[in-house]
């Protein structure tokens, strides 16, 4: 069974600092990984993916993330935050139905507020 | 192109009554997929569609049936509508679902309130 755990349900930053959030999951098999940003009214987009590769994953708006199998981490880093940035974030691992199709684990979300 | 529509965008119910959520995509997706969002809580998978004239359940399908009569369009429906279905509720659609992990695209929402 796949699970996804983020920690912090709400962070806050200043402008122009450093911002981490942080995804922790379990996976019976290799995983599949992502991060989806929701902003207010509108439904989730898809930031960044990893699926196989390099496990550093660059995304969208300038987020990053690292895969770390040792630690079941894979939490999402922006050097510099913006206004804009303010947001929800998703974590979600992938899996397989008993049917065989796809389907995604989403975490409960981490509302991030970038204070000016 | 406007992507993945939701209508309607709120809705109070009182308990017992019964309505239809429509989601519907323009960019020819195979796949569809209904979940609903609570607080604290992540997406979870309601429903979901393969094709034209297919469904099947998610992690939590009781108490919803769904509906894929078109490409298209993906309905979803409360018969009998309980307080524990107040949620908030999203549609996504993806190229396809298998042979890689295509990203999902999802609707702005339809937050129902069940009094």
């Known amino acids: 069974a796949q699970s996804v755990t983020q920690l912090g349900s709400h962070v806050s930053v200043s402008e122009g600092a450093l911002v981490l959030l942080r995804c922790n999951y379990s996976?019976?098999?290799?995983?599949?990984l992502f991060w989806y940003v929701q902003y207010p009214n509108q439904g989730l987009q898809l930031l960044l993916k990893?699926?196989?590769?390099?496990?550093l994953v660059k995304g969208i708006n300038g987020f990053e993330a690292e895969f770390k199998k040792s630690e079941t981490s894979f939490h999402l880093t922006k050097p510099s935050a913006h206004m804009s940035d303010a947001a929800e974030y998703f974590c979600?691992?992938?899996?397989?139905?008993?049917?065989?199709?796809?389907?995604?684990?989403f975490g409960s979300g981490t509302r991030l507020q970038v204070q000016p | 192109n406007a992507g993945v529509t939701q209508t309607p965008k709120f809705r109070v119910l009182k308990t017992g009554q019964s309505m239809t959520l429509l989601c519907a995509q323009d960019?020819?997706?195979?796949?569809m997929y209904w979940y609903r969002q609570d607080p604290g809580m992540g997406l979870r998978l309601i429903h979901y569609?393969?094709?034209?004239?297919?469904?099947a359940k998610g992690e939590v399908p009781d108490g919803y049936n769904v509906s894929r009569l078109k490409k298209q369009n993906f309905l979803l429906g409360l018969e009998s509508a309980a307080p524990s279905q107040t949620s908030v509720y999203f549609c996504?659609?993806?190229?396809?679902?298998?042979?890689?992990?295509?990203?999902?695209?999802f609707g702005p929402g339809t937050r129902l309130t069940v009094l």
């Open positions: 569609s393969v094709g034209e004239g297919t469904t």
């Open positions: 979600a691992v992938g899996y397989h139905m008993d049917t065989g199709r796809r389907a995604l684990t």
């Open positions: 960019m020819n997706h195979e796949y």
């Open positions: 996976s019976s098999v290799p995983p599949y």
């Open positions: 990893y699926t196989t590769g390099a496990t």
């Open positions: 996504a659609s993806t190229a396809r679902g298998s042979g890689s992990w295509d990203e999902q695209f």
